[in-house]
C-alpha cells in the first residue's frame, strides 16, 4: 500500500474514507453444518455445559480461563446467568447439531465498534468438541459474523503466552502473530505474559474461502478424516497478503 503523508510531508495513515462504525453484536444465533451457535442462556445450556464440561476429568480447560473451576453444577449455573446478560461479552453456546446438545461456549469481546475491533475469547471447548470439525465451525461463523455481517476491520485472538494449544489453533485458523504483551495480566494470583493475534478485514475474503473449502463436504472422506489441512489452506490464503 502506497505510503500518504500530510501537507507538511509526514508520513500518515492512509484515509478511510468509505468507513462507517459497525453495529456491536446481536444475540442471535449461527447456524453451520456440524454445530449451531446460540446467545448462552443459563435455563438452556447451563446443565449440558456442566455435563460436557466433566468429561474433562483433570479439569485441564480451566487452567488459562479467568474463570473456574467450580465446586458444583449450582456455582458453574450462576456464572452462566450472568455472563448471558450484559453487552460485553457476548457469550454463545455452541451446540452439536447432531445431538442437540451443548458442548463448548465462547465470546465477542473487548467490542470496540468506533475502532472497528473486536477480539474473541472466553473459549471452552469440552472434549466431545475438542479436534471436530464443529470447533473449527464455530469459529467460523464468529468470523463471518464479525466480517461479513458487522463489518468490523479487526479480529483479535489473545491468550496466556503459556497456552500452547491456543497459539497453536490461532495459527491454524490463519491468525497473525503480533507480539508478546509482558506482565500484562495478574489472572488466579499469577503473572499472564499475554500473546497477540489478529485478522484483518482485507485478509478475510481469502481466509473465508480457505475455511469454506475445507468445510465443504467432499474434504471430508466416509470416515470423517480431513483430505485437505485447515492449517495448509489458511496459511497459503494469508501468505501473499503478509509478505
Same mark, same amino acid.
Given at each position: 500500500?502506497s505510503?500518504?503523508r500530510?501537507? *507538511? ?7 478511510? !474514507?468509505?468507513?462507517?462504525?459497525p453495529?456491536? !453484536? ?5 447456524q ?15 446443565d ?6 466433566? *468429561?474433562? /476429568?483433570?479439569?485441564? &480447560?480451566?487452567?488459562? *480461563?479467568?474463570?473456574g473451576?467450580?465446586?458444583g453444577a ?7 446467568e450472568?455472563?448471558s446478560?450484559?453487552d ?6 455452541i451446540v452439536?447439531?447432531?445431538t442437540? /446438545? ?13 475502532n ?16 471436530? !470439525?464443529?470447533a ?26 503459556? &497456552?500452547?494449544?491456543?497459539?497453536a489453533?490461532a495459527?491454524?485458523?490463519?491468525f497473525?502473530?503480533?507480539? =508478546?504483551?509482558r506482565?500484562?495480566v495478574v489472572?488466579?494470583?499469577? &503473572? ?8 484483518l ?7 473465508e ?6 468445510l465443504a463436504?467432499? &474434504?471430508?472422506? $466416509?470416515d470423517g ?7 495448509? =489452506? ?6 501473499? =497478503?503478509? $509478505?
Open positions: 500500500m505510503e500518504h500530510n501537507h *507538511l510531508g509526514q508520513p500518515i495513515g492512509f484515509p478511510l !474514507p468509505e468507513w462507517k462504525v453495529p456491536r !453484536p446481536a444475540r442471535t444465533p449461527m453451520g453444518r456440524f454445530c449451531r451457535l446460540e446467545p448462552l442462556e443459563a435455563a438452556r445450556h447451563a449440558q455445559l456442566w455435563d460436557a464440561i466433566q *468429561l474433562d /476429568r483433570e479439569g485441564r &480447560n480451566w487452567t488459562y *480461563l479467568p474463570v473451576p467450580f465446586d449450582a456455582a458453574f449455573r450462576a456464572w452462566a450472568t455472563a446478560v450484559g460485553d461479552p457476548v457469550f454463545f453456546a452439536d447439531q447432531a442437540g /446438545r451443548a458442548i463448548g461456549y465462547a465470546s465477542l469481546m473487548r467490542i470496540d465498534p468506533r472497528g475491533v473486536i477480539e474473541v475469547g472466553h473459549i471452552n471447548y469440552t472434549p466431545p468438541l475438542q479436534r471436530k !470439525p464443529a473449527t465451525e464455530a469459529m467460523f461463523l464468529l468470523m463471518r459474523r464479525v466480517f461479513d455481517e458487522l463489518g468490523y476491520r479487526r479480529y483479535e485472538w489473545k491468550c496466556d503466552s503459556l &497456552n500452547a494449544p491456543s497459539r489453533a495459527a491454524r485458523l490463519g497473525a502473530y503480533e507480539g =508478546l504483551f506482565h500484562n489472572t488466579k494470583g499469577r &503473572n499472564r505474559d499475554t500473546t497477540w493475534f489478529s485478522i478485514d482485507t485478509e478475510w475474503p481469502a481466509l474461502a480457505a475455511f469454506e473449502r475445507w463436504p467432499a &474434504n471430508f472422506a $466416509a478424516s480431513q483430505r485437505e489441512s485447515l492449517s495448509e =489452506l489458511t496459511q497459503a490464503a494469508v501468505a501473499p =497478503l503478509r $509478505a
